[in-house]
């Protein structure tokens, strides 16, 4: 005779939940509200769309960029500058966690790109997640997500059939900073807007110092950073070429060249590498626990 599941505090397992995140190296651990996402998130791509019997979205974030990552120029940051990987462990690991300990269906929630839509459409916006979750609010940059605390952060979900307590999203926006504001009160720009290379950021604050608009100009953004587009585009080139000279370039000149090189190693620069936008943000860089320096430091005053 089989025996029944013991029953399961909703509260203790979340918070064993958070536990195993944090010992794992997890900055933030959230859960969002299910009934929001499927709200929010368009047909196709809600979390039902995914795994039909889940009743939670666990969202977890890690730390972006270390401090001395920031000092290192534009072509070497996009070599090593991702720890998003080190989220999707923490994700993978918590799925089987969650079955072994509570017995209950839970899957890694895939972060790539939907085959039926595109280079450019994820299968789940684990953005929406963590936004949902408590665990950033959207910037200027991008719509990408800053901590009050930890900055910049990478982002992975977990979905599964054990029902857990909710988060509520970020009250306060930490985006704008003020020096950021009092940049655009001057010159109608924030450090984002400025310094972004392709200039695809724009956006307005409002009287009270809060974002009244922002817009982001994904095409621009993709074109110089998201490579994966350039590598058939090259190939196509390179066998529509005429001239052998011709079909050379489009092969071996410089840049393409090294994107045969990320190939070979298995090189993440391949994905979304520009991060100019977060170099000169005052939140993803200098927030009181945004990197391991500052998070030491603030280790050692605790311990004094």
């Known amino acids: 005779m089989a ?31 299910l009934d929001a996402l499927e709200r929010i998130a368009p047909p196709g791509f809600r979390p039902t769309d995914i795994m039909p019997r889940v009743k939670s979205v666990i969202s977890l974030g890690v730390g972006g960029q270390t401090q001395g990552a920031w000092t290192v120029p534009a072509k070497a940051l996009g070599y090593f500058g991702s720890t998003e990987s080190r989220a999707y462990t923490i994700c993978y690991g918590l799925a089987y966690y969650i079955e072994n300990k509570f017995g209950e269906r839970s899957i890694y929630c895939p972060p790539d790109m939907d085959p039926d839509s595109g280079p450019r459409v994820p299968l789940q916006s684990v953005k929406l997640h963590a936004e949902l979750a408590g665990l950033g609010a959207r910037s200027l940059a991008g719509d990408i997500l800053l901590h009050p605390e930890y900055g910049y952060m990478y982002f992975s979900s977990v979905f ?33 807007m ?111």
């Open 3 to 33: 025996k029944r599941k013991p029953e399961i505090d909703p509260a203790e397992a979340k918070q064993a939940i958070l536990d195993y995140c944090k010992r794992k190296g997890a900055l933030v651990v959230g859960v969002a509200s």
């Open 160 to 192: 599964t059939e054990l029902e857990l307590p909710h988060d509520e999203p970020m009250a306060e926006n930490p985006c704008p900073a003020p020096s950021c504001v009092s940049m655009y009160r001057q010159i109608g720009r924030t450090p984002c």
């Open 194 to 304: 400025k310094f972004c290379p392709v200039q695809c950021l724009s956006g307005k604050i409002d009287d009270d110092g809060k974002q009244e608009e922002m817009h982001y100009e994904m095409a621009a953004c993709a074109e110089m950073s998201q490579q994966y587009e350039t590598v058939p585009a090259s190939i196509m080139n390179a066998i529509n070429a005429d001239d052998p000279l011709d079909r050379e370039d489009a092969l071996f000149d410089p840049d393409n060249k090294m994107l045969w090189y990320k190939q070979s190693v298995g090189s993440g620069g391949l994905l979304a590498q520009c991060f100019e936008c977060m170099r000169v943000c005052p939140i993803a860089t200098k927030a009181p626990l945004a990197d391991p320096i500052l998070r030491y430091q603030a280790a050692l005053e605790e311990e004094d």
